[in-house]
């Protein structure tokens, strides 16, 4: 399932909130907070296949796919959905660090509900991702690129970005992760819901 969400006045938010942030804000500190809120609303998505049952997980884990050298790791920001954006920012920050420096523990890689991976620092447009095993989805983040969008007979530009959820049908069917993407996708399109 792929949508495009306009990043617009997310854009703008990230840079004045970074002006004054304790920590500087990832586009995937964002991404990782409207995905756990957006699981907490639709809880099935964060189901695991056990046996002939559909289980779901005390808290919402949520991993973040970080390139080492040699390949990809995907360690877990714990209780995502009772974390805020700064929290998040700290915690993912950590998880990179410790990504980079080949530290990171089993416990570090345990709970996730999804993934989201992000290649848009590559200039990938949007791309197929594959649901990690255990996992219900997987969330494919394209580059943030400024398009041209009709509007009311003219044309303005817009920072637009894909977002493609790849998800494992055994546990979620199409429509219920589609209204999972949309609400997701306006989650990042009003800054106001990260405080």
Request: hydrophobic letters at 40%.
């Amino acid at each position: 399932l792929t949508v495009k969400a306009d990043m617009t006045k997310l854009v703008d938010y990230r840079t004045e909130r970074n002006k004054t942030a304790e920590v500087k804000i990832a586009y995937n500190d964002f991404l990782v907070k409207a995905v756990a809120t957006g699981l907490e609303n639709f809880p099935l998505m964060t189901g695991q296949l056990k046996d002939d049952n559909i289980q779901l997980p005390e808290s919402v884990g949520v991993g973040l796919a970080i390139s080492v050298p040699g390949g990809l790791v995907a360690p877990i920001v714990k209780d995502a959905h009772k974390k805020n954006i700064i929290e998040i920012a700290k915690y993912t920050q950590g998880l990179i660090e410790k990504a980079r420096n080949n530290k990171l523990s089993p416990d570090d890689m345990d709970g996730g509900c999804i993934t989201v991976s992000s290649l848009g620092t590559f200039g990938i447009d949007s791309f197929i991702p594959i649901v990690v095993p255990g996992q219900c989805s997987i969330m494919g983040i394209g580059q943030i690129a400024d398009t041209c969008v009709p509007n009311g007979g003219n044309v303005v530009i817009r920072k637009l970005m894909a977002m493609t959820l790849s998800v494992d049908h055994k546990v979620a069917n199409g429509a219920y992760a589609a209204q999972f993407l949309d609400y997701v996708r306006k989650i990042l399109e009003d800054p106001t819901n990260f405080g």
